[in-house]
């Protein structure tokens, strides 16, 4: 089995997000699980140009190239059982270069109507952390909640949870809320548990075990440390 990917959407290193996601592979690592953290920052590629190129079979980026790293890490979230999106929020949205990668993956919308009769018989589990400096607004994470949807479902994945941080300038706001920290550690080895029960095969006959049912109730481990009129 291919080991599950966390994906650092962040231009700034060691931040908040990627603490997150660092609690997170400790939950996993307890829970005997392996798994690969890839800073997208790392990674150059060209932003999409609508040019059309991908509208017909067999649906190819124009811009895929040798030096240009989109195709590689797409192709990494499709071969990972599970997927984390580790990601700040700036003005209500996306960092730029994470939203570059989505607007890449336009050819797989494209390929949608010739890929009608294939439909994958399980939706790929992705998790979502999202890390907000501002503590107040309704709507903080609903413009980049919609954009992931939308960009996971011709991949055939779709959010399975989130923990959606507000109040976290830095990662010292983090790390002085012990009980956000240990809920993300918990998060991960909840998940690192569910991995390792599931058969490498499923028995002749039987269709593997859903990653996708529910299991725990969705909690935001946020609350319990924010101010009432902040939440």
Known sequence: MNRPLVLLCSPHPNGVSDTVAALFAQGMADAGQQLRLLPLRDYAFAPC?????????????????????AAQILQLILDAPLVLLSSPIYFYSLPAHFKALIDRSQRFWAGQAHDAGHAAAQLKPVLAALCAGRSRGNKLFAGALLTLKYFLAPLHAGIRETRLLRGLETTQDLLERPAVCGALRSWGHDWGSRLAALPHEAPHGQAAPDLFAPHLPELDPSAPDLPPQDR
């Open 49 to 69: 140009t609508n040019c059309g190129g991908c509208a017909a079979p067999p649906h190819r980026c124009t811009l895929d190239t040798a030096n240009d790293k």
